[in-house]
């Protein structure tokens, strides 16, 4: 096994989730691509796990007169993420790295900004899950590219693939605010 340390003249705790094990694969992109991919793909879990629990935020929390509508689509706009996490967690495993999906972590490493736990009207909610994912979907988009340069055409396919589907529910959290 080695151990790869990815510097990003930060402070030290920070330092330490980029910390990537390669364990010996028979995987043919070279050591030193899989590390890379796998940095990208921990930062692309630990976002992944923060959003996810924002949209379940939300959906536990919306209150108005169009709350059932509301908690439906938040439900709905939640359960694939849920999939998504497990298919970039198996997709640095078989790597040959190490996902580091933990609340804690996921938390502490996020791209994205805290929520607003005092938020229960929906159109707040609305507005600021529409945010988060238009960070998301940019940084997925820019997670394609990177691993596309890098020669990962199945990253690049797993990223394109949860990008549509983020596309998508962007698409219908813009509905809902255009109406209002």
């Not at 359960?79 to 996921?106: K, N």
């Not at 020669?151 to 605010?177: F, P, Q, V």
């Amino acid at each position: 096994m080695n151990n790869h340390l990815h510097i990003d003249n930060s402070d030290e705790d920070s330092q330490l989730f980029k910390k990537v094990r390669v364990y010996p694969t028979h995987h043919d992109l070279p050591e030193d691509i899989r590390v890379q991919v796998t940095e990208l793909l921990n930062q692309t879990l630990f976002t992944t796990l923060d959003l996810k629990s924002q949209v379940k935020q939300a959906h536990w929390n919306v209150k108005g007169m169009n709350f059932h509508q509301l908690h439906n689509l938040f439900d709905e706009i939640a359960a694939p993420l849920e999939t998504y996490i497990d298919m970039v967690a198996e997709r640095i495993t078989s790597l040959g790295s190490t996902a580091m999906g933990t609340v804690r972590i996921a938390a502490r490493y996020s791209e994205l900004p805290e929520y607003n736990l005092d938020s229960v009207n929906g159109k707040e909610h609305l507005a600021t899950l529409a945010e988060r994912l238009a960070i998301y979907a940019k940084l997925l988009r820019t997670a394609i590219e990177q691993t596309a340069d890098l020669g990962d055409a199945d990253t690049s396919d797993l990223y394109t693939e949860i990008s549509r589907t983020i596309d998508k529910s962007l698409w219908l959290l813009d509905s809902h605010l255009q109406a209002n």
